[in-house]
């Protein structure tokens, strides 16, 4: 067992987002892996989508608030670009990062580092 402390809820919230992010924009007959690994100190906690991956020039913007990758009217996802940035934030409140790696036409990994609860 590995421990991190932290407020439970808003650590859901984080996770939740992540995994709400992974099976909204790949086409519905993919998978979605989580997966949790401890590298040392650390819990890391990966979400990985099939979907089309986001173009390195979009990367900047993707974990700022109200960013939209794809911001106009077409668009096929709805939302107000406030998920991630506020995944990023709780995982920073938890002395942890969120980050995420992304090749277009393969998908995406986005993943939340939290450290490890000292016994």
Same mark, same amino acid.
């Given at each position: 067992p590995v421990l991190v402390r932290g407020d &439970?809820?808003?650590l859901k919230q984080a996770i939740r987002q992540l995994l709400s992010? /992974?099976?909204q924009f790949p086409p519905s007959d993919t998978e979605v892996?989580?997966?949790?690994?401890? =590298?040392?100190?650390?819990l890391r906690?990966?979400?990985? %989508? =099939?979907?089309?991956?986001? %173009?390195? /020039? %979009?990367h900047a913007q993707v974990l700022t608030p109200f960013a939209q990758v794809d911001s106009s009217d077409t668009r096929a996802h709805r939302g107000i670009g406030? !998920?991630?940035a506020l &995944?990023?934030?709780?995982? =920073?409140?938890h002395g942890g990062s969120l980050g995420f790696d992304s090749t277009?036409?393969? !998908?995406?990994v986005f993943?939340?580092?939290l450290p490890v609860a000292r016994s």
């Open positions: &439970a809820k808003r992010n /992974a099976v892996c989580l997966r949790l690994t401890l =590298q040392n100190a650390s906690i990966a979400v990985e %989508d =099939q979907g089309p991956g986001i %173009d390195k /020039a %979009d406030l !998920g991630l &995944a990023k934030r709780i995982a =920073q409140n277009p036409g393969k !998908g995406s993943y939340i580092t």
